[in-house]
């Protein structure tokens, strides 16, 4: 199955220069990429799961871009701040002259983002099918200035990037959960979705601690995690939570885990995330995690540690999250064999709940 708006765009004689790299912003593990000359292909792709998938299909794939570029097809993400920013740096990296395609479906907001591109640069009338559109314009030096991507400052001492989670402050689950450790922490500990590592930096001001590696799928946000967190005792690990296996078990976990991967809740991928944090620790290791109280974990943190108790926050029980420490995981080997995970999405930053 083709892709419903590219293989319509490249039905044009003029679509992509006979010769040179085509860059492939963003495209997730589910993009179908059979129209375009696989041999001249690029991906760039920050996400830990789409890019090794996109790896492992034979696609030239990297966290950042190379320049230059022939041509490229920017596929949309949700967060507008981020799309502005693979826009601008598309009409960088891109000749002079070379086309930006642009696809994108409605509900990521495609309509908006051509429009604010039509104030700027001319641009092609749009192709629209499957609830999508697609359309071009010419690569531009400096044609996007003040789109570029700019760090922000969540907060003193914590720099973020448009599109990570929660790029605007510290999330409340997270300074729930924080609220809720104890004075004295075990010595090796991990931050799984560790996101731009203010947990882990709260973490790291406890007693105990030796070593801690914040383990993060989101390229950039491993790059601000690593800014936000220069403890010699912490190592910042781009890698997929659900397939990471460290080189010695933890003594203690915490994390925040995500239940997003589109607009749909996927309960399923929270519960993938505690499976994978339970075969991470030692069989005397230890579990913090925070999560909304009408996702069903309780069962499946039932089935992965002896003893799972709600912890209440100083503040008082809250209604929306709950605080959660299981101890002592059951050897997987004893556990009922879980139902397996949909392939994800790339991460969109405003489904997820932030971190």
């Known amino acids: 199955m083709t892709h419903p708006r590219l293989s319509l765009a490249l039905?044009?004689?003029?679509?992509?220069?006979?010769?040179g790299r085509i860059a492939l912003f963003r495209p997730t593990?589910?993009?179908?990429?059979?129209?375009?000359?696989?041999?001249?292909?690029?991906?760039?792709?920050?996400?830990?799961?789409?890019?090794?998938?996109?790896?492992?299909?034979?696609?030239?794939?990297?966290p950042e871009a190379e320049c230059p570029y022939a041509a490229a097809v920017v596929f949309l993400p949700r967060s507008k701040a981020e799309a502005r920013a693979l826009l601008a740096l598309a009409?960088?990296?891109?000749?002079?002259?070379?086309?930006?395609?642009?696809?994108?479906?409605?509900?990521?907001?495609?309509?908006?983002?051509?429009?604010?591109?039509?104030?700027?640069?001319?641009?092609?009338?749009?192709?629209?099918?499957?609830?999508?559109?697609i359309f071009r314009f010419l690569a531009t030096p400096g044609g996007l200035a003040g789109w570029e991507a700019q760090p922000l400052e969540a907060l003193p001492g914590f720099v973020t990037m448009p599109g990570v989670f929660s790029a605007d402050g510290v999330d409340r689950g997270s300074a729930l959960l924080a609220?809720?450790?104890?004075?004295?922490?075990?010595?090796?500990?991990?931050?799984?979705?560790?996101?731009?590592?203010w947990l882990a930096a709260q973490v790291l001001a406890h007693r105990g601690v030796e070593s801690l590696d914040l383990v993060e799928a989101e390229y950039a946000a491993c790059e601000c995690a690593k800014q936000n967190v220069q403890d010699p005792r912490a190592r910042v690990l781009w890698a997929d939570a659900?397939?990471?296996?460290?080189?010695?078990?933890?003594?203690?976990?915490?994390?925040?885990p995500p239940f997003h991967m589109s607009r749909n809740a996927d309960p399923a991928l929270g519960q993938a995330f505690i499976r994978a944090a339970a075969g991470m620790l030692s069989l005397s290791g230890t579990?913090?995690?925070?999560?909304?109280?009408?996702?069903?974990?309780?069962?499946?943190?039932?089935a992965?540690?002896?003893?799972?108790?709600?912890?209440?926050?100083?503040?008082?029980?809250?209604?929306?999250?709950?605080?959660?420490?299981?101890?002592r995981p059951i050897p997987q080997s004893r556990q009922k064999a879980p139902e397996p995970v949909a392939p994800r999405r790339a991460a969109r930053h405003s489904a997820r709940r932030p971190r």
């Open 11 to 19: 039905d044009a004689p003029d679509a992509l220069p006979a010769a």
């Open 29 to 62: 593990a589910q993009t179908d990429l059979s129209d375009l000359p696989a041999g001249r292909l690029h991906a760039v792709q920050g996400f830990r799961p789409d890019f090794d998938a996109l790896t492992a299909r034979g696609i030239d794939t990297a």
């Open 91 to 133: 009409c960088e990296t891109v000749v002079p002259g070379g086309p930006v395609w642009v696809d994108g479906l409605k509900t990521d907001g495609v309509d908006s983002v051509l429009k604010d591109l039509r104030g700027r640069l001319p641009v092609s009338d749009p192709i629209a099918k499957a609830h999508g559109k």
């Open 179 to 197: 609220a809720c450790l104890p004075e004295a922490l075990p010595a090796r500990m991990a931050d799984i979705g560790a996101g731009w590592g």
């Open 242 to 256: 659900l397939t990471f296996r460290p080189e010695n078990r933890y003594s203690a976990v915490v994390m925040n």
């Open 287 to 302: 579990l913090w995690m925070v999560a909304n109280r009408h996702l069903p974990y309780e069962d499946v943190l039932r």
């Open 304 to 327: 992965c540690f002896h003893e799972v108790e709600e912890i209440t926050p100083p503040t008082g029980r809250d209604g929306a999250f709950r605080i959660v420490r299981a101890e």
